[in-house]
RNA sequence: GCGCCCGUAGCUCAGAUGGAUAGAGCACUCGCCUUCUAAGCGAGUGGUCGCAGGUUCAAGUCCUGCCGGGCGCGCCA
């Protein structure tokens, strides 16, 4: 159900017809044409371009299409009134009635409403947050991860099958520096004075519980055992003590993935996906044994001509080709991910999305090109990048430190500002632009903090219903005095203007998942609030605006509808950003 | 040097698959509380859409070249 596809589609029938009067070439092809909200509403409820995509193919002047298409849509009896405007708009005007059963299709449709098949079902893999399991999340993971997950929701509104995925970086370098660490931390809960953090090791409190739980596991037996060994039995403690510490953050984000991926589990006994992935890559000739050459520019001292195996990404549009395994032997982080990403097209993924974060702006290339390669070209990987998040303090910038291990936690931003602005102000700006964070300003109570503002919009709409309980005690939202209410008498423009609104978000929906952009959602939902916190102003001066009128119980059921279909698609929409959706504010 | 991202009102940003006179919030000016939540609403001021070409009936949007800012650029993940 979609208002503006349906007008769509009348408009094609129409062109139709005019062709087979003759008015219009017979072949012409109806393509290209759209049924869009006008940006002046001044000019009708919905405009067209069908005249001026058209006039080209048919060698007719805009001007004349659009007339003979207004003569004919004009016959139409919900159509009120067909104007042709500029170079040949096409602006229809419909009679309220037509608007007014358009908040039936609404309610009909309920959570669903605005939900779309787009998807047709795809399975679909989001790969996001991803941080390393070396310490609790801090504030830069979290926009990526709330756009990961806002992003998920979206796809799965829009009728994916989507997978919500986070790879464990649980096999690199900064493991044995997590490993490290944590075994400094044993011996301080064994009593030992350690001093100073060692450059280059963790600094963070975050790691003294582990060190005092495996003091209490293992006494004094570490310290005697040769450090590779030692080092294992701390890592393979320290890897989960960390996971869980980022699934506490996840959770309190309200943030839920449905596959924790683990490098490590890319090599199971005597099986090695990454050795494996190469050697099918190797198969196809895509892997070869090369020097690359130095970056140009400015002549870098330390550069070291060596030969390394690498891979072909070339060969699928990457700047350079990339290097597979490190001059010791061992591999880059560039080789698992490529068997990681093998294991999701095997594991029935064509469709990936990897949000990252716009540090890695350099490996969108390569990842694309792997994917292309490992898949024959059949798979696809869409990497996102979430540009940076500037903190600020009442203006002030505020600096993170991470040698000093004064980093902000995806925590304390919990504890300061909450869930629901954390989120909503991440998503209340485009991925690809940098982001500013003021912890005063999230916390505000006002027009100027966009997340209460939609809030209490959802909130005053169930404040209507609180109240019309002690008027008219039956008609609450799911009564059928309300969802079966005469809404012809719904004629106020301001009242039209929500439900035309309404009638927008699945288009919405569709054109947001399309674009892997949920940063329209939060938008729209604000220009409802808008709408409505307006209608609502007027009720003030004009006491017939308001949703309750004590003496007209036919028309307080018919208003009553439309708030309820109003609370419901800002929910819907919340719901997809992952905010609440509260009943009051006080 | 190369790649990616960004450049829109004084500030922070939207701008749908290319559509009409480019929008919102903040700031500034002026109205509105005997009120279903004034935690709000309305009106006004404010623009060479970084610059220059090109494609098109139509360009903030697409293409090319510049300018400015951010990020990155062979064994960090």
Same mark, same amino acid.
């Given at each position: 159900m979609n208002i503006f596809a349906d007008i769509e589609k009348r408009i094609v029938a129409a062109l139709d017809a005019l062709k087979i009067e003759g008015?219009?070439?017979?072949?012409l092809v109806l393509d290209g044409i759209e049924a869009t909200p006008p940006r002046d509403p001044t000019h009708g409820d919905v405009a067209s371009n069908a005249a001026m995509v058209l006039a080209k193919a048919a060698r007719m002047k805009p001007r004349d299409i659009a007339d003979a298409l207004a003569t004919k849509l004009a016959a139409?009896?919900?159509?009120a009134k067909v104007d042709v405007a500029g170079p040949g708009f096409l602006n229809l005007t419909f009679v309220p009635a037509f608007w007014q059963q358009a908040i039936l299709a609404f309610r009909e449709k309920g959570?669903?409403?605005?939900?779309?098949?787009?998807?047709?079902g795809e399975r679909i893999n989001v790969e996001y947050c991803?941080?390393?399991?070396?310490?609790p999340m801090h504030v830069g993971h979290c926009r990526g991860t709330v756009f990961g997950d806002a992003l998920s929701n979206l796809l799965a509104f829009a009728g994916y099958d989507v997978t919500r995925e986070y790879y464990i970086n +649980? =096999?690199?370098?900064q493991i044995d520096v997590l490993a490290k660490s944590a075994y400094l931390r044993y011996r301080e809960a064994l009593g030992?004075?350690?001093?100073e953090i060692p450059e280059g090791l963790y600094p963070g409190d975050y790691l003294k519980p582990l060190g005092a739980s495996l003091a209490q596991q293992h006494g004094k037996a570490l310290?005697?055992?040769p450090e590779a060994e030692r080092l294992t039995i701390v890592r393979d403690a320290a890897i989960p003590a960390m996971m869980a510490l980022i699934r506490t953050d996840l959770a309190d984000l309200g943030i839920k993935h449905d596959v924790f991926f683990s490098?490590?589990?890319?090599?199971h006994g005597n099986v090695d996906e990454v050795a494996a992935t190469i050697g099918s890559l190797r198969a196809k000739g895509l892997v070869y044994q090369g020097n690359l050459p130095p970056p140009k520019?400015?002549? +870098? =001292?330390d550069w070291e001509d060596r030969e390394q195996t690498l891979f072909k990404s070339t060969q699928f549009g990457d700047d350079t080709d990339r290097a597979?395994?490190?001059?010791?032997?061992s591999y880059t982080y560039f080789a698992p991910d490529i068997a990681y990403h093998k294991t999701k097209w095997d594991r029935g993924f064509a469709r990936m999305i990897t949000v990252v974060g716009a540090?890695?702006?350099?490996?969108k290339k390569r990842l694309e090109a792997a994917v292309r390669a490992i898949s024959d070209g059949k798979g696809e990987v869409d990497v996102q990048f979430c540009q940076m998040v500037r903190l600020f303090k009442n203006g002030e910038p505020f600096k993170m430190s991470k040698r000093a291990g004064t980093f902000i936690t995806v925590r304390d931003v919990i504890d300061e500002v909450g869930r629901d602005p954390i989120r909503f102000m991440m998503l209340y700006?485009? =991925?690809n632009s940098p982001l500013d964070f003021d912890f005063a300003k999230v916390t505000?109570?006002?027009?100027?903090?966009p997340v209460f503002y939609v809030q209490m919009a959802h909130a005053r709409a169930k404040s209507v219903f609180r109240n019309v309980a002690e008027i008219?005690?039956?008609?609450?939202?799911?009564?059928a005095a309300v969802t079966g209410a005469?809404?012809?008498?719904?004629?106020?423009a301001g009242e039209l203007d929500i439900v035309k609104k309404l009638a927008y978000f699945p288009v919405l929906v569709a054109a947001a998942a399309r674009a892997h952009e949920p940063h329209r959602i939060a938008f729209y939902l604000y220009e409802l609030a808008s709408s409505f916190h307006g209608h609502w102003a007027r009720g003030n001066e004009t006491?017939?605006?308001?949703?309750?009128q004590a003496d007209d119980k036919d028309l307080t059921a018919a208003r009553l509808a439309l708030v309820g279909a109003h609370a419901q698609v800002l929910a819907t929409g919340l719901a997809i950003l992952g905010v609440g959706a509260p009943e009051e504010l006080r």
């Open positions: 008015q219009l070439p017979d072949d139409e009896p919900d159509i959570t669903e409403y605005g939900r779309t098949d787009l998807g047709l991803s941080a390393n399991p070396t310490g +649980d =096999a690199g370098g030992e004075d350690i001093g310290l005697t055992l490098e490590r589990s890319l090599k520019g400015e002549p +870098d =001292a597979l395994l490190k001059s010791d032997g540090d890695h702006a350099g490996y700006r485009k =991925a505000e109570q006002s027009k100027e903090n008219f005690p039956d008609l609450t939202a799911t009564s005469d809404l012809t008498r719904l004629s106020d006491p017939q605006l308001r949703y309750i």
